[in-house]
């Protein structure tokens, strides 16, 4: 089965502390995405990656980090610096062959204790 | 930055009615993509029209496109409980090394038996 995976459903941290969420895809899809959902809002662009070893700050950057060191693979590590981090985190891939429809993973629930 | 603005903001029908939601945006476009979201889960891409089409259709989904007025319109016909979910449009906005999806601020569908 080809798709987005996001690990873990659900993460608890303790303030001051960084965490790593874990997106893989077997789509061999170029780009990847990282957005963020507060309750009742949209989706807000954290970082995105069109190429391995590229990737452009969002709207919201601040307080978060990713790395590109394989085309499957997008993590994202939310820093200590991030004021604000309790959010549902998605993940998503695309490829211009599809017109850039974007594929979600199911997403994870990250809050900050 | 939110582009896309969806009005209304929640939508209650009797299962069997159509239910219409609309999006509006700022600038111009290459595409515009509407998604659904299962409460808590990631979004699911629905359908996606170019900047040159004015009306699409898949199954029981009609979106329409106005360039002109900026914006678009997604038609649901025939609800049934389980189209019950939140629904985003998504413009695509492609220039330079920019290829990235900016949603708006999403439908909230309550389809009830």
Not at chain 1, 90 to 100: G, I, Q, V, Y
Not at chain 2, 44 to 61: C, P, T
Not at chain 2, 95 to 113: D, E
Request: aromatic share 10%; charged share 20%; net charge positive.
């Amino acid at each position: 089965d080809g798709g987005i995976t996001q690990s873990p459903k659900y993460l608890f941290r303790k303030e001051g502390q960084n965490v790593t969420l874990s997106c893989e895809q077997n789509l061999n899809h170029d780009a990847m995405y990282w957005y963020r959902q507060d309750p009742g809002q949209g989706l807000r662009l954290i970082y995105y990656s069109q190429i391995v070893n590229d990737f452009q700050k969002g709207d919201i950057a601040e307080g978060y980090s990713v790395s590109r060191e394989k085309k499957e693979s997008f993590p994202l590590t939310v820093t200590s610096a991030q004021k604000n981090p309790t959010a549902f985190y998605l993940c998503a891939s695309s490829s211009r062959r599809r017109n850039n429809e974007q594929f979600f993973g199911p997403g994870t629930r990250l809050t900050v204790l | 930055s939110q582009q896309g603005e969806e009005d209304p903001q929640a939508l209650s029908i009797q299962e069997g009615e159509n239910a219409t939601m609309n999006c509006s945006y700022k600038t111009s476009i290459n595409n515009l993509q509407w998604y659904r979201q299962n409460s808590g889960r990631g979004l699911v891409h629905l359908i996606l029209i170019r900047s040159n089409e004015r009306e699409k259709h898949s199954g029981r989904l009609r979106v329409t496109l106005d360039t002109s007025k900026k914006s678009s319109s997604l038609l649901i016909t025939a609800s049934r409980a389980a189209d019950t979910a939140s629904y985003f449009c998504a413009t695509a906005v492609y220039g330079g090394a920019t290829n990235k999806l900016i949603f708006g601020t999403g439908t909230l569908l309550a389809v009830q038996p």
